[in-house]
C-alpha cells in the first residue's frame, strides 16, 4: 500500500470520510474571529424526552443525510449556489455533562450568544425539543422578544411538567418573555392544548391540509408582519409517513412538500434564527427523517440568501 493511500486522501468521496459536517461546511473553532453569517450547531440531548429516546442522535443524522444534498450546485428552484451568497460554518456539537441537564442549559444558552453577539445567526440541530428554551433565551437577551413560526403535532405549552420537558418549553419561553406571542403562530398541531389561556395562534394540522401553503403563508405574513422572526422545526410536525424517526410520532401531520413550500415562502420575512428538532434515527426508515431535517434547514438558508438580495 502506497503512503497516499490514507483517510486524508483528497479524493475521498463524501460517504467514505470518517463523518461530516453539515453540507460539508467549514468547520469554525472560532466563532468570534469568523466571518460567517450563520453559524451551524448540533445539539446531542433527549433527556428532556418524555415519549421514545434518540433524538441525542438527530445532529449525526441531519448531518450524514446532508450528504444527499451536497452534489448540486444552483440548486432546485432557486438556481443560484448558496456558496456564492451565504457563508456558512459548522461549530460542531455542544458539550456538556451526561445526567446534569443544567450544564447543557448553561453551555447552549452562552454558545449560542456567541454566535449572536459576534453578528451572526444560528441554525441548530436538535436534540429533543427542550433544547429550543436556552436557544431562545440567547436570542431574547440579544434581539428582545422574537415572534415565532413553530411547526410541531404538539403545542409544547403544557405547564404541569418538570424543568426539563419538551413538552413545556414554550409555556416557560412565553413565561420568561422570550417570544412575542401577538406576532407568533404554531403550524401542524394535531394534539390537544388548553385553548384558555393560549397566546399563540393555531393553524392546526387539518387545516393546513385543507387550506395547503399559500394560505398558510397568507396567515403567516398576516400574523408575523414585520417582526424578527425564529422558526423552531419539531419534525413531527410532518406526517409520520415522511417523518417516521422521531420520538412522539402523531399521524395526520403536514406533508414534506408543504412544509418545503412554507418555508420556502418565508422569503422577505425578517428571519433570525432555525432550528430542526426531534430527528431520532434509529426510529428512521432509509434517512427519511434526517432526509427531511437537512433539507428544510437548507431550504432554509436558501431563503436566508435569497433575502441578501444576491440573487
Ligand atoms: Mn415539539
Ligand atoms: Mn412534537
Known amino acids: 500500500m502506497s503512503a497516499s493511500m490514507n483517510i486524508a486522501d483528497a ?5 467514505g470520510g470518517l463523518g461530516m459536517t453539515f453540507m460539508e461546511f467549514p468547520q469554525v473553532t472560532n466563532i468570534q474571529t469568523s466571518d460567517a453569517d450563520v453559524v451551524v450547531t448540533g445539539v446531542p440531548f433527549d433527556m428532556a424526552t418524555s415519549g421514545r429516546p434518540g ?8 448531518r450524514q443525510a446532508s450528504a444527499q444534498l451536497v452534489w448540486e450546485g444552483a440548486r432546485w428552484p432557486w438556481s443560484f449556489a448558496l456558496d456564492n451568497h451565504l457563508k456558512v ?3 460542531g456539537n455542544v458539550s456538556f455533562k451526561h445526567g446534569e441537564p443544567q450544564t447543557l442549559v448553561d453551555n447552549l444558552e452562552a454558545h449560542i450568544s456567541q454566535i449572536l453577539e459576534s ?11 427542550f ?14 422578544p422574537v415572534a415565532l413560526i413553530h411547526f410541531d403535532a404538539h403545542t409544547d405549552t403544557y405547564d404541569g411538567g418538570s424543568k426539563y420537558d419538551h413538552g413545556t418549553l414554550f409555556h416557560h419561553a412565553v413565561v420568561e418573555g422570550l417570544v412575542d406571542t401577538e406576532h407568533s403562530l404554531q403550524i401542524g398541531i394535531r394534539t390537544s392544548y388548553n385553548r384558555k389561556n393560549h397566546p399563540f395562534e393555531v393553524l392546526d394540522a387539518a387545516w393546513v391540509g385543507d387550506n395547503g401553503p399559500q394560505k398558510t403563508l ?7 408582519g414585520d417582526k424578527r422572526v425564529y422558526v423552531s422545526f419539531d419534525i413531527d410536525g410532518l406526517d409520520p409517513a415522511f417523518a417516521p424517526g422521531t420520538g412522539t410520532p402523531v399521524a395526520a401531520g403536514i406533508s414534506i412538500d408543504c412544509a418545503l413550500k412554507v418555508i420556502r415562502g418565508l422569503q422577505g420575512l425578517d428571519l433570525i434564527g432555525m432550528d430542526v428538532v426531534e430527528v431520532a434515527p434509529a426510529y428512521d426508515h432509509a434517512e427519511i427523517t434526517s432526509l427531511a431535517g437537512a433539507t428544510l434547514a437548507l431550504e432554509y438558508l436558501y431563503v436566508l440568501a435569497a433575502n441578501g438580495g444576491a440573487v
Open 131 to 144: 433544547i429550543t428554551l436556552p436557544v431562545l433565551r440567547a436570542y431574547a437577551k440579544k434581539h428582545g
Open 119 to 129: 453578528g451572526k445567526s444560528a441554525l441548530t440541530f436538535g436534540g429533543d425539543h
Open 89 to 91: 460554518e459548522d461549530s
Open 218 to 224: 397568507e396567515r403567516i405574513r398576516e400574523r408575523v
Open 55 to 62: 433524538a441525542r442522535f438527530g445532529p449525526t443524522g441531519v
Open 11 to 15: 479524493d475521498m468521496p463524501i460517504y
